[in-house]
């Protein structure tokens, strides 16, 4: 399974009637001028609503597609592309608000990849869903 497919799993887009399934919003990003940026008609307030779902699919990729930034200690503190698939989890989904370890999990098993992956834009591609 692809890794932004892996993540809307997780974020609950393919159970009918969630509300990422309902707002077109596969990796349920927050709505925000990125989200607006990246297509988004409006918020529910929270999270960013997409026309459809390949708007919502296509922003996604372009979110994790931000080059990462790091603190001096090394922290990742914005962006995702170039971090570790840990770093990123623990950025995107953080534990405050998700089981962020079984995140990690899940999108390590199911999209083959580990926590030590560097996300790369080879691995933003877009499902077809």
């Known amino acids: 399974m692809l890794l932004l497919e892996t993540m809307a799993h997780m974020e609950g887009y393919f159970t009918p009637g969630s509300r990422p ?5 596969p990796l349920d990003l927050m709505y925000g001028p990125e989200a607006k940026a ?14 459809d779902a390949k708007t919502g699919w ?14 001096t200690s ?3 503190i914005g ?19 998700n089981d962020t ?4 999990n ?3 098993a199911h999209a083959e990849v580990t926590e030590d992956t560097i996300l790369t834009t080879e691995l933003l591609e877009l499902p077809n869903v």
């Open 101 to 104: 370890v079984n995140y990690l």
């Open 38 to 51: 990246f297509g988004a008609t409006g918020g529910d307030p929270r999270f960013a609503i997409f026309p």
């Open 79 to 97: 962006g995702y592309l170039g971090a570790t698939l840990k770093q990123v989890i623990n950025r995107f989904a953080p534990p405050n608000e």
């Open 58 to 71: 296509l922003a996604g990729a372009r979110w994790l597609g931000i080059p990462a930034r790091f603190s």
């Open 74 to 76: 090394g922290d990742l």
């Open 21 to 25: 399934e309902r707002n077109n919003n």
């Open 106 to 108: 899940y999108v390590c």
